[in-house]
C-alpha cells in the first residue's frame, strides 16, 4: 500500500531555532512536494524535487529550503524559524508531475 | 500560471448531485486538471484527473468545457461520509508549474 510518512504530527519550535521536517516515501517515486495549507488560503507549494538533488521553487519559498540526497526521503528546512511559519505542512509524492500525488498526514509546527 | 477560483462553502442533503466548479481562466493547453479531497487531520486524497471533455469514475465525474476555462466536479448521491474540502489543481509538467485552488468546504446534512 502507498505510503508517505512524516517524521512528526505536532512540533513546537522558537523563533530562530532551525527546523527540520522530513518526509519519506515507499513507493519509489520521481517526485516529491513541500506545501503548507493555512486557513483560507488552501494548499501552497513552496519546493518540489523531480529527481535526487534536484529542486524547484514553488509559489512561497521564502524562508524555506529543501534537501533530497535519496530518492526516498525530501526534507524541508527553515533556517531561522518565525512566528509566520506556523502552519500545517503537508508532504506529497508523485510518479510523474501529472500523476496522483499522494499525501503525508501533516505536521502541525507552531513558532512561539 | 492559471490561477483557480472555488467557492469557499456548498450546503447540500443526502442523495443530492452536488456540483462544484472551479474556474482557471488562464490554464495553458497543456495543463491538466485534478480534484482531490480531504478531510480534517488528513491529507489530500486523490479523486479525478482530466484534460478535456468529460472523465468519470467509481466516485465522480469531472466536466471540462471546450475552452477549459472551467471544471466541475460531480458527485452523485452524496453522503454524509462526502462532508470535506475539496480542492482542484491545475498543473503542467513541462512548465513544472503546480496551482491548487483554495478549496470548497462541503457540508452534507441528513
Known amino acids: 500500500d502507498v505510503k508517505v510518512t512524516q517524521s512528526s504530527r505536532y512540533l513546537v519550535k522558537r523563533t530562530g531555532e532551525k527546523v527540520f521536517l522530513e518526509c519519506v516515501q515507499d513507493?519509489?517515486?520521481?517526485?516529491m512536494f513541500w506545501y503548507r495549507q493555512d486557513p483560507g488560503l488552501g494548499l501552497r507549494l513552496i519546493y518540489f524535487?523531480?529527481?535526487?538533488?534536484?529542486?524547484e521553487k514553488g509559489d512561497i519559498p521564502e524562508g524555506y529550503s529543501v534537501s533530497r540526497e535519496k530518492k526516498e526521503r525530501f526534507s524541508l528546512i527553515l533556517e531561522s524559524a518565525s512566528t509566520n511559519q506556523t502552519s500545517m505542512y503537508l508532504c506529497?509524492?508523485?510518479?510523474?508531475?501529472?500523476?496522483?500525488?499522494?499525501f503525508g498526514p501533516g505536521t502541525r509546527l507552531t513558532v512561539t | 500560471l492559471a490561477k483557480t477560483t472555488q467557492p469557499i462553502s456548498m450546503d447540500s442533503y443526502e442523495g443530492q448531485e452536488v456540483n462544484i466548479t472551479c474556474s482557471h481562466n488562464?490554464?495553458?493547453?497543456?495543463?491538466?486538471i485534478t480534484w482531490y479531497q480531504q478531510f480534517p487531520s488528513q491529507g489530500p486524497r486523490f479523486i479525478i484527473q482530466?484534460?478535456?471533455t468529460k472523465v468519470t469514475n467509481e466516485v465522480a465525474s469531472l466536466f471540462i468545457p471546450a475552452d477549459r476555462k472551467s471544471s466541475t466536479l460531480s458527485l452523485p448521491r452524496v453522503s454524509l461520509s462526502d462532508t470535506a474540502v475539496y480542492y482542484c489543481?491545475?498543473?503542467?509538467?513541462?512548465?513544472?508549474?503546480?496551482?491548487f485552488g483554495s478549496g470548497t468546504r462541503l457540508q452534507v446534512q441528513p
Open positions: 506529497a509524492s508523485s510518479l510523474t508531475l501529472d500523476y496522483e500525488q499522494y
Open positions: 489543481l491545475v498543473g503542467d509538467t513541462g512548465r513544472r508549474a503546480l496551482t
Open positions: 513507493m519509489d517515486h520521481e517526485n
Open positions: 488562464n490554464i495553458a493547453t497543456n495543463d491538466y
Open positions: 482530466g484534460y478535456k
Open positions: 524535487s523531480y529527481d535526487v538533488k534536484m529542486k
